[in-house]
């Protein structure tokens, strides 16, 4: 019997050629399209998963109150909390990981020389993160001057020769022996830039401001990373309750700020690792949710074209049941006949959609930016495809099956049958549902590019244009700035040349304490804090509205200050040359004003501007700036800058970072959204016109006689194309008019989470519905015109 319902199914589809591809297709890209924001969503849940022991690892981070806002401290913490922990909060903690950040550093082996970024950490660092080591142990770091390398890291600097207890040379200064080889990191772990580790004792014995943190207690000093892997028995909530007042205790002058320490679980990390100013977690996490809501969207509109086509076919197979039911089928047959073509339709889609999955996952991994595969071998997988072909197919040959099985034979095969009025009315609630899902997904799509647009039109404050940066990771570049400056400037190639304590495209540090003329007592400030060389103006190209740059013509600028507009305003000063001349102190030193710039946009370009002070200090250098000559090939000039670098720090290799391209990263999460968006947004107007295209091909196929009968009495083209496209047209601004407060209402809420921010204009709404009243106008006239050409001798011969 089962063989007997297939063999009927597959005579219907094969009779039905259009419908059938129409189905089968657009359930298929639906079903793809919630295939591969599944595995998206899937990849994000289980991000740091691949270290055992994720559920009892965290972040000691810091939060507090500021100017009436929760402020997100971040992961930054002092270097005496690590201790603090370890000696009173012992019976908590089985690891307590102190930790430098995950840098750029140099490696070299031989003529080998590369630029790896690791970090300095706690010697048990390998064990909280338990690396899978291909060579050596998880206490490798136990050893004074050592290091553990990754596998790629390995092949790199030694090819086929044996890692082990080779001598290494860190940073152009520190020789290590390689004491492991660990397996690289996944992509979707926080660690995955992780390539080597360096034992903590060796970064303190080295760097002599690590040490004058350890000696003198700096409990202000917030540069460094605090890992933890908290006790079995122990909760994160329990332990973040005992720790958050510890830095309140040690730091009574930051009372103000209410500064907390918490433990942030590792499964936070990725999805809700930072803080909104009312305090509540914040992250990737309102990505996750807008895609999956999107994806269960995109599958309901490929259904609803389904479930609208099927509905709208079995109305003409009423002869055929009542037929069937008259030769003596019982209800039960004709039930099961209509479910088998249901389903089957439904299991051919899904074959279909894993086959699109299949060839476009490696396009969208580029495009979102992920290394996601197919999981041909994952349980839970095909059993939730097989649990939805098995759903939507109930749901869709539950309308023919249930409904049409309940004919009276008599009725139907005298001709007597009809639908009903309202048998169409489930069909049209879905087409507007369709709509205004495609609709609000074209808004808020135009909503996203014109935030993004509005960011990027944002003055800067400077001059990208060929600008470029270098860190500075030997002792060698830092030593010799006044050669390095003259012979890039010899080259013809470079315009200017500088060093700052931060590149332009990040604001590294923020301090308080300042005092000025006319400050309230009571204020508390807090200012970004960037120690530059006196030509950092010249080469980044700042833009003065007051005072003037650093020079050394002037002694005095040894202690000169240049604030940007914000600072000044932040001061409680309305014009720059009320602070021009006037000695702003920071503890001890009293830095005398010489200019006011406008806003430089170092963080995020879609908040405000921090205030921030621009001191010459050269012993803060980081990075050098140099500003290629324009009109000069990029390449030439490049060329030569590295040819000076390679010879005043040899041992280096030349790693160079273009500002522009630094500074186009800062829109990189947003504008991945809303090309993902754009995609996902394109394929539902793709769904919904075509389901729209199938039930407009089987309206006219319904009327084709009414339509002959006009054609007769002197109905023309036009007349009869707007009587067949006037059911939809109206189905369409229904929609639209449905679309428009729900777009506003989630958009608006979404852009409260800018601070510098676009406004939601008329203009988007108009051309959104305008542009659905077009596509919907071109796909069903197709098949109105069609009809309205056809000669109505041959729609009337039956007659």
């Known amino acids: 019997m089962l063989k007997n319902y297939l063999k009927i199914a597959l005579r219907n589809l094969v009779k039905s050629k259009g419908y059938s591809a129409i189905n089968i297709g657009g359930l ?31 972040k000691v981070v810091e939060t507090g109150i500021f100017e009436g806002k929760v402020y997100d401290g971040g992961e930054h913490t002092s270097y005496p909390l690590g201790k603090y922990l370890r000696e009173h ?20 082996y031989k003529d080998n020389k590369f630029t790896k970024n690791g970090a300095y950490m706690s010697a048990e660092a390998p064990r909280l993160f338990t690396l899978h080591m291909l060579s050596g142990t998880r206490d490798g770091l136990k050893e004074p001057n050592s ?39 996944p992509f979707n772990t926080e660690f995955r830039e992780l390539t080597f580790l360096a034992p903590w004792d060796l970064y303190e014995a080295t760097q002599n401001w690590v040490q004058t943190a350890r000696d003198e207690e700096q409990w202000n000093n917030n540069s460094w990373q605090l890992l933890v892997q908290i006790r079995p028995n122990a909760t994160f909530e329990g332990v973040s309750e005992k720790i958050k007042s510890i830095k309140m205790q040690h730091t009574p002058e930051a009372r103000f700020l209410n500064p907390r320490n918490y433990l942030l679980p590792m499964s936070e990390w990725h999805l809700k690792g930072t803080w909104d100013d009312r305090g509540q977690p914040d992250g990737r996490i309102r990505y996750v949710w807008l895609f999956g809501i999107i994806g269960a969207f995109v599958l309901l509109l490929a259904s609803i074209n389904f479930m609208n086509l099927s509905t709208a076919r079995s109305e003409k197979r009423a002869k055929e049941v009542g037929i069937r039911k008259a030769i003596g089928s019982l209800r039960a047959q004709l039930i ?27 396009a969208f991994n580029e495009l979102a930016g992920k290394q996601m595969t197919f999981p041909w071998t994952n349980g839970y997988f095909w059993l939730a495809g097989f649990a939805f072909c098995f759903l939507t197919g109930l749901l869709s040959g539950s309308y023919p099956a249930l409904y049409l099985s309940s004919f009276q034979p008599v009725k139907v095969l005298k001709g007597t049958f009809n639908a009903g009025r309202f048998a169409a009315m489930p069909r049209k609630v879905l087409v507007v549902l369709q709509f205004t899902v495609s609709v609000t997904l074209i808004i808020g799509t135009a909503i996203v590019y014109k935030q993004i647009q509005h960011a990027k039109n944002r003055p800067v404050g400077y001059d990208r244009s060929g600008l470029i940066t270098v860190e500075i990771n030997t002792p060698e570049l830092s030593s010799q700035y006044n050669r ?69 013509k002037f002694s005095t600028d040894s202690l000169g200050m240049v604030m940007n507009e914000s600072a000044l305003k932040y001061m409680g000063f309305k014009e720059p040359s009320e602070v021009i001349g006037q000695t702003v102190k ?86 991945r959204i809303a090309t993902l968006a754009t995609v996902f947004a394109g394929l539902a107007i793709f769904i919904s016109c075509l389901g729209l295209f199938g039930l407009a091909s089987f309206t006219a196929e319904q009327r084709t006689k009414e339509i002959g009968v006009r054609k007769v009495l002197g109905a023309s083209i036009g007349n009869l194309w707007a009587l067949l ?75």
């Open 89 to 108: 909060h012992k019976d908590d903690f089985d690891y307590v990981i102190q930790s430098s950040w995950i840098d750029a550093h140099i490696l070299a």
């Open 336 to 362: 099961n006949q209509f479910f088998s073509e249901s389903f089957m339709v439904v299991f051919l889609a899904f074959i279909f959609a894993i086959v699109i999955v299949a060839f476009a996952l490696p």
């Open 28 to 58: 298929a890209v639906g079903m793809a399209v919630a295939m591969i924001i599944g595995l998206w969503v899937y990849d994000e849940f289980s991000y740091n998963r691949y270290h055992e022991n994720y559920n009892r690892i965290a």
């Open 586 to 671: 920071w503890g001890e030193n009293p830095y005398k004003v010489v200019g006011v710039i406008h806003d430089m946009v170092m963080s995020s370009p879609f908040s405000p501007v921090h205030p921030t002070l621009f001191m010459v200090n050269y012993g803060w250098a980081n990075v050098i700036n140099v500003k290629l000559k324009p009109g000069l090939p990029i390449r030439e000039s490049l060329d030569k800058v590295a040819a000076v670098f390679r010879e005043v720090n040899p041992g280096s290799p030349f790693d160079y970072k273009f500002t522009d391209q630094e500074y186009a990263l800062k829109f990189a999460a947003e504008e």
């Open 725 to 799: 496209s006037r059911e939809f047209v109206i189905l369409v601004i229904i929609s639209f008019l449905i679309s428009i407060p729900t777009a506003w209402y989630f958009l608006n809420n979404w852009l409260q989470k800018y601070e510098y921010r676009t406004e939601i204009t008329w203009w988007i709404f108009v051309a959104a519905g305008a542009g659905a009243l077009v596509v919907t106008l071109a796909t069903v006239s197709y098949q109105a015109i069609r009809a309205a050409l056809l000669d109505p001798v041959k729609s009337l011969r039956s007659e």
């Open 147 to 185: 290091i553990i390398i990754a596998e790629s890291v390995a092949k790199a600097l030694f090819g086929k020769e044996n890692p082990m207890d080779k001598i290494v040379k860190l940073d152009n200064r520190l020789d290590v022996k390689v004491t492991g080889v660990y397996e690289d990191l």
């Open 484 to 552: 390095l400056r003259s012979e890039l400037l010899g080259t013809g190639a470079v315009v200017e040349m500088s060093t700052s304590s931060s590149p332009s495209t990040f604001l590294g540090s923020n301090n308080g304490g300042f005092s000025w003329p006319g400050k309230d007592p009571n204020f508390h400030d807090n200012f970004g804090t960037i120690g530059v060389s006196h030509d950092f103006g010249k080469t980044v190209g700042w833009q003065f509205i007051g005072g003037r740059d650093f020079s050394r």
